[in-house]
C-alpha cells in the first residue's frame, strides 16, 4: 500500500448551507447570563449554538480557575427538558476520559439547572481542521473514536456526533461533549427505544437504524455519525443532504454519496475505504465498534493495510463484472468468438458475480470466526446424531426428546435471531444445521409419541420386523412406552423429511438465500424416496428388482428439468442454475447403472459387463448423452452450457469403451471379411468408425476432450487391428505412415487454396 499523504491540505468547509442541505436555523436572542454560587460569568461561548442549553465560561472563584457551566434553555424548562438535561449530565459524570469533557458537579434544583464541566480552550472539529494536514485530521478522528469506544464501553451511546459537538484543543487534542441525547445501552435493551428519543439528534448524521419505524439503538449509530463526520471534513460536503426532513430520510435509507475522491481527489483510497464502511447502511456491514474504527484508522497512519472492505466497492466491482460479461456476449453475437470460448471468458466472472452464497462472504471477513463456526455447528449436528444411533437404550423417552430436540430448536432460534439482524451469513450457517437436525427431531417426536405410525408389512417396513413388533407391544399396553432402539416406520420417515423439505421452503421464500436450494433439492430426492418406500421399494430391492426404481429417479430427474426451465423462462436464471444441477448427475448415473439391470431383468442377461445386451444398452446411453450434449451447447442459460460438458465426456466412455468390450469379444458381430486369417468384424468397424467421428465432431465443435478421446480410440483400434490381422505384415506400419503423411500434404494444400480464393488487400 502506497505511504498516506501527510501533508495535503484539507479543503475549506464553508459554514454556511451547501445546495440540497438545510439550513441553519436563526440563532434566537440572547438572555442575561444568570448568577450561579460561587462562579463568575465572563462570556457566553457560541451564543445560540447549543441544541438545548447554553454554555458560558466562568470562572471558579474558590479555585481560581477558568471553567464550563452549562444551562437549560428557557424554552426547555420543561419536566421532558430537565429529564434531558438530567440524563446529559449523569452520562458524562460517568466518564473518565482525557478526550472527554469531565464533569465537575451538578446542580439541578438551580433555577435555571446547571453543571459545571471542564472548560476546552479550542473550536469545533471543522475549524479546527481547516487546512491541517491528512495525518493530522486522521489522528484527531483516531482520539475521538477511541474516546467514543470508551463510552460504549461504559454503556452510553453519545447519539449526537457531530463537528459541532467535538472540540479540537490548541495542541490537536479532541474533546467529546454534548451528552445531552446520550442513552444507556446494553446488549439486552439492543434493538430498539421509543420512536421520539432514537429518532432524536442532528438528522444529517443520524443512522439508518435510528430512522426505522423500531429503530435500533446501539453503538453502531455513533459509528455512522462520525463516518458522516469524516465525510464532511474530507470532502466538505454531507454524504445524505436534503431540503427537508423526510428528503433527508430517503437519502440515508436509499441513497449512495458520492466516492470521496470524486469530490476530492487528494484523499487517500484506503481513507476512503474506512470512511465508506463507517457508513454502511447494513449494520453487520458496518464496523461493529468505534474500536475496529480506530485501529483502522491508526493503520493508515502507520501505512500499513487498512482491514475496511466496503459494500460500495463490491457493488461497484459487480457492475463492472456486469459490463465486461456484457461485451463478451457482444463479441460472441458478433461471431468475434464461439460459444465455448464464451464461456471459458465469462466463468471466472460468473463465480464473482454469484458469489452470494453466505460461506463467500463470512469467508472473506471473519476467516478463523468461519472455521471455528464450520467445525462448532458440525459437532452439535454429530452429536446430536449419536444419541439416537448409539445411546438409545440408555435414555428415558422424554431424554431423547430434548437430547434431540433442545439443539435443533436452538440452532434454529439463534439463525432467525441473526437474520433478524441482517447477518446472512451466520444466520445461513445456523438456519443450515438447524434444519438438517429437524428431519431427525420429527422422526424421534412421533417414534417416542408413537404418532402417525401407519406400519406396512414387515417386507415393505425399512425398520424390518423390529417396527410391526413395536407397534404391536404398543397398541397391547394401551400406552406410549420407550422403544429400545429408533425404528421410524416408513410413514413417519416420510412425514419428517416432508417437514424438512416444507421448513427448507420456507427459508427460501424468506432469507432468498440461493444455497438453500441445494438444500432443498436433496431434501426432495430423500422425500422422493421415502415415497418409495410406502409403494414397496425395500421389497423390489430385496427381489432385485431395481430397474423400475432407476426408471422412477429418472423420470424426477427430468422433473428438475422441467422446473429449472420454467424457472428460466421467468427471468429466474440464477434460482434455474441452482437446481438444474439435480438434472444431469442423477440421470447420467441412473441411465448407466440402467444399462445392467435393465438388461437383466428385462432381457434375462447375467449383468455382465461384456454382454452384447448391456454394451448394447450403454450404446444407446452414449446416442442420448450426445443429444444432450449437442442440445446443451445451442443452450441460452450458460448453466445449461456448464453441465452440457458433463455429457460431452459421457459419449466417448458410453460409445468406444462398449464397442471395444464387444470387439475383444470375438463371437459379436457379424463377420465382414477375413484379413490376414481373422475375421473383421462389425464391432471392429465400428469402433474406427466412431473414432473418427469423434475426432471430427469434437474438432468442429471445439469440444477438445471429445476429438482427444477419439485419437486415443484410434490409436487403441490401430493397435489391436495390428495385433489382431497385420502382425505378419512388415509392409504395415510404413503404409500407416505414408498414410498419415498423404492426409496432411492434403491438408496442406486445402489451407494454401483457400488463402489463394480470399481477395487481395489493397496496398
Known amino acids: 500500500m502506497a505511504e498516506p499523504p501527510d501533508s495535503s491540505d484539507l479543503p475549506t468547509v464553508s459554514p454556511g448551507p451547501r445546495p440540497g442541505e438545510a439550513p441553519a436555523e436563526a440563532p434566537p436572542p440572547l438572555a442575561a447570563a444568570p448568577a450561579f454560587l460561587g462562579l463568575e460569568v465572563l462570556e457566553e461561548t457560541a451564543p445560540g449554538a447549543g441544541g438545548m442549553g447554553r454554555v458560558y465560561r466562568a470562572r471558579d472563584v474558590s479555585l481560581d480557575c477558568i471553567v464550563a457551566v452549562k444551562t437549560v434553555k428557557e424554552h426547555l424548562l420543561t419536566p421532558e427538558g430537565r429529564a434531558f438535561f438530567k440524563r446529559e449530565a449523569r452520562a458524562a459524570a460517568r466518564l473518565k476520559h482525557p478526550n472527554i469533557v469531565r464533569i465537575y458537579g ?37 482520539k475521538t473514536a477511541r474516546a467514543l469506544a470508551y463510552a460504549n464501553a461504559k454503556g452510553v451511546v453519545h447519539r449526537d456526533i457531530k463537528p459541532s459537538n467535538i472540540l479540537v484543543d490548541y495542541h490537536d487534542e479532541p474533546h467529546l461533549t454534548d451528552f445531552g441525547l446520550a442513552e444507556k445501552w446494553d446488549e439486552a435493551s439492543l434493538g430498539g427505544s421509543d420512536g421520539e428519543a432514537a429518532g432524536a439528534g442532528t438528522p444529517l448524521f443520524l443512522a439508518p437504524e435510528l430512522y426505522l419505524a423500531e429503530p435500533v439503538v446501539a453503538p453502531t449509530a455513533d459509528v455512522f455519525a462520525l463516518g458522516v463526520t469524516m465525510y464532511r471534513l474530507l470532502t466538505g460536503r454531507y454524504p445524505f443532504t436534503g431540503r427537508t426532513l423526510e428528503e433527508v430520510r430517503r437519502a440515508v435509507l436509499g441513497g449512495e454519496p458520492p466516492l470521496l475522491q470524486e469530490l476530492n481527489s487528494a484523499v487517500p483510497e484506503p481513507l476512503q475505504r474506512i470512511c465508506l464502511k463507517a457508513l454502511e447502511r447494513d449494520l453487520e456491514a458496518r464496523y461493529a465498534s468505534a ?6 484508522l491508526r493503520r493508515f497512519r502507520e501505512g500499513r493495510e487498512v482491514f475496511a472492505r466496503p459494500t460500495r466497492y463490491e457493488a461497484e466491482l459487480r457492475g463492472k463484472l456486469q459490463n465486461h460479461v456484457t461485451e463478451i456476449k457482444l463479441w460472441s453475437e458478433h461471431r468475434l468468438i464461439d460459444v465455448p470460448e464464451m464461456d471459458r ?6 463465480k464473482l458475480l454469484d458469489a452470494e452464497f453466505p460461506w463467500h462472504d463470512l469467508a472473506r471477513r471473519f476467516p478463523w470466526e468461519t472455521a471455528i463456526l464450520r467445525l462448532g455447528g458440525w459437532l452439535v449436528v454429530v452429536g446430536t446424531i449419536l444419541w439416537p444411533y448409539l ?97 421410524p416406520t416408513n410413514m413417519q420417515l416420510t412425514v419428517s423429511v416432508s417437514t424438512f423439505v416444507a421448513y427448507l421452503l420456507v427459508l427460501l421464500g424468506v432469507t432468498r438465500v440461493r444455497a438453500f436450494v441445494i438444500w432443498t433439492g436433496l431434501g426432495v430426492y430423500v422425500l422422493f424416496t421415502t415415497v418409495l418406500l410406502l409403494l414397496g421399494l425395500k421389497e423390489w430391492l430385496d427381489a432385485n428388482e431395481l430397474a423400475w426404481t432407476l426408471v422412477c429417479y429418472i423420470a424426477l430427474a427430468l422433473e ?16 434455474a442454475g441452482s437446481l438444474y444441477v439435480f438434472f444431469p448427475v442423477p440421470l447420467a448415473y441412473c441411465l448407466t447403472k440402467l444399462a445392467q439391470r435393465g438388461a437383466m431383468e428385462w432381457l434375462g442377461a447375467t449383468g455382465a459387463w461384456d454382454e452384447q445386451s448391456v454394451d448394447l444398452w450403454l450404446m444407446a446411453n452414449g446416442v442420448v448423452y450426445l443429444a444432450a450434449a449437442l442440445w446443451s451447447s445451442q443452450a441460452r442459460a450458460s448453466h445449461v452450457r456448464l453441465w452440457g460438458d458433463l455429457f460431452w465426456l459421457l459419449v466417448p466412455a458410453s460409445l468406444l469403451i462398449p464397442v471395444d468390450i464387444l470387439w475383444r469379444a470375438t463371437d459379436h458381430g457379424l463377420k465382414l471379411a477375413m484379413i490376414g486369417g481373422k475375421p473383421f468384424r462389425t464391432y471392429e468397424a465400428l469402433s474406427f468408425l466412431i473414432s473418427v467421428g469423434f475426432v471430427v465432431l469434437g474438432t468442429r465443435m471445439r469440444r477438445y476432450t471429445l476429438a482427444l478421446s477419439g485419437l486415443v480410440g484410434l490409436a487403441a483400434f490401430i493397435l489391436l487391428t495390428t495385433d489382431l490381422h497385420f502382425r505378419k505384415y512388415l ?16 491438408a496442406v494444400l486445402l489451407v494454401i487454396a483457400k488463402a489463394r480464393k480470399r481477395p487481395q488487400t489493397l496496398m
Open 106 to 142: 451538578f446542580n439541578p434544583d438551580h433555577a435555571p439547572p446547571y453543571y459545571v464541566m471542564e472548560f476546552v480552550e479550542g473550536r469545533p472539529l471543522d475549524e479546527a481542521c481547516t487546512g491541517k494536514p491528512i495525518g493530522v485530521v486522521v489522528e484527531i478522528l483516531e
Open 291 to 296: 474500536q475496529a474504527l480506530a485501529d483502522d
Open 345 to 350: 471468458l465469462v466463468r471466472p466472472y460468473r
Open 391 to 487: 445411546y438409545w437404550p440408555k435414555l428415558a423417552s422424554y431424554d431423547r426428546l430434548l437430547a434431540v430436540g433442545a439443539p435443533t430448536l436452538l440452532l434454529n432460534l439463534v439463525g432467525w435471531f441473526f437474520h433478524r439482524r441482517k447477518n446472512r451469513s451466520t444466520a445461513f450457517i445456523f438456519l443450515s444445521l438447524g434444519a438438517l437436525l429437524l428431519p431427525l427431531f420429527m422422526g424421534v417426536l412421533l417414534t417416542e409419541q408413537h404418532w402417525l405410525r401407519y406400519p406396512q408389512s414387515a417386507a415393505r417396513e425399512l425398520a424390518g420386523e423390529e417396527a410391526v413388533k413395536d407397534v404391536a407391544v404398543v397398541e397391547a399396553d394401551a400406552r406410549p412406552v420407550a422403544a429400545p432402539v429408533f425404528l
Open 560 to 575: 428438475f428439468l422441467a422446473v429449472s426451465k420454467l424457472l428460466e423462462l421467468r427471468g429466474q436464471s440464477d434460482w
Open 731 to 746: 509392409s504395415w506400419p510404413l503404409a500407416l505412415t505414408i498414410a498419415g503423411g498423404a492426409a496432411m500434404a492434403i
